[in-house]
């Protein structure tokens, strides 16, 4: 997303993780340490390995308005991985996800202050956060808290939480690791946004990614 917001102070930043906290317990009962989506075929697959697991996900459900409700992978391959930068704080990107006016969404969402995720489309379902229907089908989107100019949004718990995240969807889905199947929004087909940005530190992702610790899958809801 790039709808310009005035900027929080770093106070707010630094309150995100403790007022998110709250805000998922009361917006989804069941938290899990794993993220709400159906198996599927390759699950098994990744099972027998030692894949990365996904970091403690918590379930804040899209509007329905806002998604395609899928059977992915079997009706669509996932075979990238896209970055955002939100444009927004987090509190207000989760309540434009939420808002069944904005036809917009995203898998996930990464607080910057402490690395939270929240979930609010279920991966085999199709988050409309690409701006081009074919990668949407073919993709997981994930938000970054912050904006494209302030690189002290970009903190190294995202940094970190994110990686484990992406690294966890591409054992997932046997997505390779790499700069061609991890993008920037901006990288897709006909993007009309510039996230994440000249800032975003692709480099230091990319070998978080790839060294993200490994652990058994847990099963999938």
């Not at 930043?13 to 989506?37: F, K």
């Not at 903190?155 to 889905?173: E, F, I, K, P």
């Amino acid at each position: 997303m790039e709808l310009q917001r005035p900027t929080p102070s770093r106070r707010t930043l630094l309150r995100s993780g403790a007022y998110l906290g709250a805000a998922a317990l009361g917006l989804a009962a069941a938290a899990t340490a794993a993220p709400a989506h159906a198996s599927d075929r390759r699950a098994a697959g990744t099972a027998r390995r030692a894949a990365v697991a996904y970091p403690p996900t918590h379930w804040i459900p899209a509007s329905t308005s806002n998604y395609t409700v899928a059977t992915r992978p079997t009706q669509y391959p996932v075979e990238f991985v896209v970055v955002h930068v939100t444009q927004e704080t987090f509190q207000d990107a989760m309540k434009i996800f939420q808002n069944p006016a904005k036809k917009v969404s995203s898998h996930y969402m990464v607080a910057s202050a402490d690395g939270y995720v929240g979930q609010f489309v279920r991966e085999k379902d199709v988050a409309w956060h690409a701006g081009n229907w074919d990668y949407n089908t073919r993709s997981i989107g994930i938000e970054h808290e912050g904006w494209v100019d302030r690189p002290e949004y970009f903190t190294d718990a995202m940094y970190a939480s994110s990686a484990r995240l992406t690294a966890a969807v591409c054992d997932r889905y046997g997505i390779p690791k790499d700069r061609k199947h991890i993008i920037a929004h901006s990288e897709v087909p006909k993007a009309t946004h510039t996230d994440p940005g000249p800032l975003w530190d692709w480099d230091r992702y990319i070998a978080l990614v790839n060294t993200a610790t490994a652990g058994p899958v847990r099963p999938y809801a």
